[in-house]
């Protein structure tokens, strides 16, 4: 399976540079130098540079592929804190789309040793995708996704946990190698069964009324920070 590939070479690449940072020297650059910062709007793309990673300040992006098909392959979510750049994958085309208003630091080569923590962050949260994707049955799959974006990007609500991102149909489903229509009528599943709200265009994961489905498919509930 392509996305598979994509994914387990995502790694690959990843523990590579892990390797790479760690025998890095440490006194290139002093640890005090000031970041250049840089702001992006809603649905632009943050320049293909090879020679500097991006730490996020503010905001959400999404890696993103493209199938021999034409097909978008979403490669993950990343926030506050988190570290992206086309140097961390091989696939071609590679891209970084702001989901939101963003704003980021520019970490240059000589500094990527510092980055460490969060590269090994980045992997973890690859690999947690990773696993969500080839979840079966879909219901399963998605919600797991829906809980991984709650926990990552969500705040508790008086119903349960409000993901605080604003995603289509389409991009949900290319994040979970599904087809939209089937992720548009198991979000309807959802909300007919009383687990899933929609408030302002984002969805609340009701807490309480998940229990018949955490049965089933021995899915964790949604917990309270």
Known sequence: ??????????????????????????????????LIQRSFSRRDHI???????????????????????????????????DIVGHRLSRL????????????????????????????????????????????QPLPLRLWQF????????????????SINLRLTQQEIASAINATRVSVTRTLQQFESEGMLLRRSGQFVLCSRSTVRLSAKFHIPQVDSD
């Not at 829906?146 to 946990?161: A, P």
Request: with cysteine.
């Open 146 to 161: 829906l809980i991984w974006l709650g926990q990552k990007f969500g705040h508790d609500v008086d119903l349960g946990r």
């Open 47 to 81: 320049p293909p540079r090879y020679d500097v990673l991006w730490r996020i300040e503010r905001g959400i992006v999404r890696t993103v592929t493209v199938s021999e098909q034409g097909t978008v392959i979403c490669l993950g979510y990343w926030g506050s804190g």
């Open 1 to 34: 399976m392509r996305l598979k590939q994509v994914l387990n070479n995502n790694l690959n690449l990843l523990n590579n540079y892990l390797i790479m940072f760690n025998s890095a020297p440490t006194t290139a650059v002093p640890i005090y130098s000031p």
């Open 92 to 135: 071609d085309p590679y891209r970084i789309e702001c989901s939101t208003s963003v704003e980021v630091s520019i970490l240059p080569s000589e500094l990527w040793h510092q980055a460490l923590d969060a590269i090994v962050l980045h992997i973890q949260q690859a690999e947690e995708l990773l696993n969500i994707v080839h979840l």
